[in-house]
């Protein structure tokens, strides 16, 4: 059974950094577009990140543009996404989902691309 598990996620403060890992068990993440996507309560779900399932194109939203970065190791099965300067309104709860089947170059940011997902990781930036 495809499954999909996030981790890495916690408590920072402003101006910090985490690194979020998302491993697949039950298939192998190589012909998968792998996307990150964020839900802060009371808003609507946001497209972060996503990843080609080459690695070779990656798609950013642009309130991340410059301080995450999404990356792929299909040895370990495992895509990241590594977040840098956060910001108090990063914090959410961070998913990861998977779909196959795209051409090499498209990396979409919408959920209804991705037929597969995690549980999700809390993410918190407070001071």
């Known amino acids: 059974q495809l499954q999909l598990v996030e981790s890495g996620g916690g408590l920072v403060q402003p101006g910090g950094s985490l690194r979020l890992s998302c491993v697949a068990s039950?298939?192998?993440?190589?012909?998968?577009?792998i996307g990150w996507f964020r839900q802060a309560p009371g808003k609507e779900r946001e497209g972060v990140s996503c990843i080609s399932w080459r690695g070779g194109s990656t798609n950013y939203a642009d309130s991340v543009k410059g301080r995450f970065t999404i990356s792929r190791d299909n040895a370990k099965n495992t895509v990241y996404l590594q977040m840098n300067s956060l910001k108090p309104e990063d914090t959410a709860v961070y998913y990861c989902?998977?779909?196959?089947?795209?051409?090499?170059?498209?990396?979409?940011?919408?959920?209804?691309?991705?037929?597969?997902w995690g549980q999700g990781t809390q993410v918190t930036v407070s001071s």
């Open positions: 989902a998977a779909e196959t089947g795209y051409y090499s170059d498209y990396v979409p940011l919408k959920g209804d691309d991705f037929g597969s």
């Open positions: 039950g298939f192998t993440l190589d012909y998968y577009t």
